[in-house]
T-cell receptor
Framework: SQQGEEDPQALSIQEGENATMNCSYKTSINNLQWYRQNSGRGLVHLILIRSNEREKHSGRLRVTLDTSKKSSSLLITASRAADTASYFC???????????????FGQGTILTVHP | GAVVSQHPSRVICKSGTSVKIECRSLDFQATTMFWYRQFPKQSLMLMAT?????????EQGVEKDKFLINHASLTLSTLTVTSAHPEDSSFYICSARDPLLLGGEVTEAFFGQGTRLTVV
């Protein structure tokens, strides 16, 4: 079953605007990660936030984590047409054993930034 | 970051044939690799965990006899779709972690470019 539920499923904005995507999860986590996927391509890691962190920045990206609500948000500021992609949150299985490290992905948000 | 190479990027095959997809870690050794399947505009669904030198661990509902996984070396895992049918058409993606980055914490994964399989 999907660990993460994301909203919105699709987001369409103009260049220069900010884009906010939300993710919820169900179990306890060690960290939460955000990935980007261009159409028909593999995923690229964007940012990781640990369970003891509340906010993290990387360039135009800002991620927040609320473990009490089991939710996270990804904010992309001053968006560009090149930011057009699908964005996924992911949580890791820390249970150990042979499946250690597998990621469970949210449903994803398809972001379209119009020039 | 570490590089994972997946080949081929696209393949078209006839129903009933088998297709092999390769996933290589180019600059690190990966004892564990993961295989995902993705349908259009949907999320990634984990199919199996590939473990070097041992049997793969399949997720519930994934037919291990249909999706054969071999992880014979620390840099190569292969996924073979046997007796392919049109419903197997999908986007398959592998990922791996650099174990030197682990340190007990599950850190970022590096993904291959994906393989678009079309069965006709």
């Amino acid at each position: 079953s999907q660990q993460g539920e994301e909203d919105p499923q699709a987001l369409s904005i103009q260049e220069g605007e900010n884009a906010t995507m939300n993710c919820s999860y169900k179990t306890s986590i060690n960290n939460l990660q955000w990935y980007r996927q261009n159409s028909g391509r593999g995923l690229v890691h964007l940012i990781l936030i640990r369970s003891n962190e509340r906010e993290k920045h990387s360039g135009r990206l800002r991620v927040t984590l609320d473990t009490s609500k089991k939710s996270s948000s990804l904010l992309i500021t001053a968006s560009r047409a090149a930011d057009t992609a699908s964005y996924f949150c992911a949580t890791a299985d820390n249970a150990g054993g042979t499946s250690y490290g597998k990621l469970t992905f949210g449903q994803g948000t398809i972001l379209t930034v119009h020039p | 970051g570490a590089v994972v190479s997946q080949h081929p990027s696209r393949v078209i095959c006839k129903s009933g044939t088998s297709v092999k997809i390769e996933c290589r870690s180019l600059d690190f050794q990966a004892t564990t690799m993961f295989w995902y399947r993705q349908f259009p505009k949907q999320s990634l669904m984990l199919m199996a965990t590939s473990n070097e030198g041992s049997k793969a661990t399949y997720e519930q509902g994934v037919e291990k006899d249909k999706f054969l996984i071999n992880h014979a070396s620390l840099t190569l895992s292969t996924l073979t779709v046997t007796s392919a049918h049109p419903e197997d058409s999908s986007f398959y993606i592998c990922s791996a972690r650099d174990p030197l980055l682990l340190g007990g914490e599950v850190t970022e994964a590096f993904f291959g470019q994906g393989t678009r399989l079309t069965v006709v």
